[in-house]
Structures are given as C-alpha cells and as structure tokens.
C-alpha cells in the first residue's frame, strides 16, 4: 500500500524537467535581482519571466532590452540541456505583476 501511495506522489517526468529547467534559470535572476522576480514555465516552450515594472524602468530601455535578449539566451540554453537533440521554436514573455507583456521574444533550437 505505501509503495502505491510512494508511486502516485512523485513527480512526473514533466514536473522534473520543469523543476530542473527553473532551477537552472536562478542565476538569470541573481544577476538581475531586483527586475527579475520569478519565472514559470505554461508550456514546454515558453518561459514567462515576471518583473517588477519600476525596475525595469529605472534600469533604462537598452538594460531592459538586454535583460530580455540575455533571459532568451539563456533560457535557449536551459531548454537544450533537458531536451537534448529535440528542436523548437522557443517563446520569452516579460511580464508586470498583473500579466501585462512587456518584452517578448523567440528564438529557434
């Protein structure tokens, strides 16, 4: 009964992929503490990066610009290493607190 109980409760091959790519993506929000407050991952392959607005307008236009192109780079390079040998069209959403995008951006693998 417990080994059932064991079996249900662990996580899916997806929720450890997702884990693992989230985990991989915290230096992305070390190096941009304060702006970057949190990713999700809705789909297999977009990334929604949420940001405190002000911040990111404090930073100026061109930081917020470079902060969008580095979170898409690196998240291309997240995605490949757990999906190994796989290719798809990679989506960035830059959004407020409210859902609102800000920056969007793809790139291809």
């Not at 091959?13 to 949190?38: C, S």
């Amino acid at each position: 009964m417990l080994a059932a109980i064991a079996a249900c409760s662990s996580p899916s091959a997806q929720e450890q992929t997702t884990a693992a790519e989230l985990a991989a993506l915290a230096p992305l929000k070390a190096k941009y503490a304060g702006v970057i407050m949190g990713f999700d991952i809705p789909k297999d392959t977009t990334l929604i990066v949420s940001v405190d607005l002000q911040a990111l307008v404090d930073a100026q236009d061109d930081n917020g610009k470079a902060m969008n192109a580095d979170s898409l780079a690196h998240w291309r390079t997240v995605w490949l290493a757990q999906h190994p040998h796989e290719h798809a069209t990679l989506q960035l959403r830059t959004v407020d607190f409210r859902g609102n995008l800000i920056l969007a951006g793809s790139t291809k693998t």
